[in-house]
Structure formats: C-alpha cells, structure tokens
T-cell receptor, first 111, second 114 residues
Framework: KQEVTQIPAALSVPEGENLVLNCSFT??????LQWFRQDPGKGLTSLLL?????REQTSGRLNASLDKSSGRSTLYIAASQPGDSATYLC??????????FGKGTLLTVNP | DAMVIQNPRYQVTQFGKPVTLSCSQT?????MYWYQQKSSQAPKLLFH???????NEADTPDNFQSRRPNTSFCFLDIRSPGLGDAAMYLC?????????????FGPGTRLLVL
C-alpha cells in the first residue's frame, strides 16, 4: 500500500527566503506526482504535475523535482511571499488511477 | 468562471440526521470524485463515478452514498451522520479515469455534526 509522507508538517519563513518542501513515497511504481496548494477552509489547486518519465517541472517561482528510484519529490519555492502561505499537499498517482495524498506542509511566510 | 462548484460551503447537521452535499461541474468531465478530508489529514477517496458507473472504495462506510443524475451533478448522501463524519468534503473531476489526467477540485463543503 502506497504511503506518502511530507516533512516538515509546518514551516515558517521570512518573506523573500527560498524554501524546499519534501515529499516521500514508499512505492516507486508511480505514474505521476502532483503538488497541490490548499488555502484555509478551501479546496485544492493543482500547482505542478510531474509524469513518471520526467525529472522536474517549473511554473513561475515554483520548481518540483521527482526522483522515482529514491521515492522522493521536492517543491522549491523561490523568493517566498506572504501570499504563498498555505498548506502544500503532495499526491502520488499509481497504476490504479487513484491519488494517494500526504498530510501536507503548512507554510507561513512572514512579512 | 468556477469549474467545480460545491454547495453549500458550510453545512451543520445534527447527529443522525441525513444530509446531502452537492457538486456540479462545467467542464463536461466524465469522472467525478468525492474525498473526505479530516482536520490536518490527507484527503481520502470515498468513491467515484465514471459516467454513470459507480465505484466505491473498499473502506468507505455504508453510511455514505452517492448519486449522479447527469454529467454535471453529483451528490454525496450521508444517511446517519456521526460525530466522526465531521470533515471537509471535496469534490473533484477529471476528463477520464486515467492517472495521466489532472483532477480539478471544488472549494469543498465543511460539515459540522452537532
């Protein structure tokens, strides 16, 4: 059974800092990996989708990397802003089409 | 230009009183999903519809049912809510049942059981 772990559970940084969020998964036989953002009391917004054949994806200040063999992904946020404050969830897609989510990292960017 | 809409955004119900949550989509996607997300937990898939075909997760309690009367709408019925059913309920859609497809999520309905 696939398990997804996100460390740290919470992270607080000053504005302007570059930061890395980590995601690990136990079964490397994945089809893809997605990073989502969730604002308090809201739904999920897809940020980046990395197919299993890819190593990384970039969108603006966000860069996500994937290392299937080691079961790890990172989400790099450059020049963080207070508006980046949210919970970031990692989800792994397996052969059964289902997404397995981690519990998320709560990010707070302080002005 | 909301694509996945959930109503209501907040729902308060009494212990044991049936409640229905609603999801609609303007994407014309074939697949609609319902997830349950408890506080500080990962979203958990309850079931999904591919068109009119219903697919239940093995560990979804019988207390949870779903209806999809047409492509655009999907309902989550909780027959006898317990205190443990208080959670955020997320609806999502995708074009096909394929892991290559992105799932689009609605804003969620937060359910409180008194």
């Amino acid at each position: 059974k696939q398990e997804v772990t996100q460390i740290p559970a919470a992270l607080s940084v000053p504005e302007g800092e570059n930061l890395v969020l980590n995601c690990s998964f136990t079964d490397s036989a994945i089809y893809n990996l997605q990073w989502f953002r969730q604002d308090p009391g809201k739904g999920l917004t897809s940020l980046l989708l990395i197919q299993s054949s890819q190593r990384e994806q970039t969108s603006g200040r966000l860069n996500a990397s994937l290392d299937k063999s080691s079961g790890r992904s990172t989400l790099y946020i450059a020049a963080s802003q207070p508006g980046d404050s949210a919970t970031y969830l990692c989800a792994v897609g397996g052969s059964n089409y289902k997404l397995t989510f981690g519990k998320g990292t709560l990010l707070t960017v302080n002005p | 230009d909301a694509m996945v809409i959930q109503n209501p955004r907040y729902q308060v119900t009494q212990f044991g009183k049936p409640v229905t949550l609603s999801c609609s989509q303007t994407l014309n996607h074939n697949v609609m999903y319902w997830y349950q997300q408890k506080s500080s937990q990962a979203p958990k898939l309850l079931f999904h519809y591919y068109d009119k075909d219903f697919n239940n997760e093995a560990d979804t309690p019988d207390n949870f049912q779903s209806r999809r009367p047409n492509t655009s709408f999907c309902f989550l019925d909780i027959r006898s809510p317990g205190l443990g059913d208080a959670a955020m309920y997320l609806c999502a859609t995708s074009r096909e049942v394929s892991i290559q497809e992105t799932q689009y999520f609605g804003p969620g309905t937060r359910l409180l059981v008194l």
